[in-house]
């Protein structure tokens, strides 16, 4: 099973970026997905995640109305659009399957995607 994470980058305060988690080995088009980050000397936290088909979608208070999360199963892949970006949401971002969004902790990983946003 692999995750891939790309899309991350360097970009100025107020920007945008999507990332994308392309996921093969399995099919994760039945199972909920989630985005997770680790910013430089903190832990890993959740980011936002979304249910099988897309319907239900939850984030973090601190990216809540910035961030988008979607899916298209068919190409079982999952998106994070992320508009109106700030230094603090700089960090390693993290696609995960399988996971608990409270203790940050999953079954499957990605190798993560560098995201800096400068001031």
């Known amino acids: 099973v692999q995750l891939v994470e790309s899309g991350g980058g360097l970009v100025q305060a107020g920007g945008s970026l999507r990332l994308s988690c392309a996921a093969s080995g399995r099919t994760f088009s039945g199972y909920p997905m989630g985005w997770f980050r680790r910013a430089p000397g903190k832990e890993r936290e959740f980011v936002a995640d979304?249910?099988?088909?897309?319907?239900?979608?939850n984030y973090a208070d601190s990216v809540k109305g910035r961030f988008t999360i979607s899916r298209n199963n068919a190409k079982n892949t999952v998106y994070l659009q992320m508009n109106s970006l700030k230094p603090e949401d700089t960090a390693v971002y993290y696609c995960?399957?399988?996971?608990?969004?409270?203790?940050?902790?999953?079954?499957?990983w990605g190798q993560g995607t560098q995201v800096t946003v400068s001031s």
């Open positions: 979304i249910n099988w088909n897309g319907s239900i979608t």
């Open positions: 995960a399957g399988d996971y608990q969004r409270i203790s940050a902790t999953a079954t499957f």
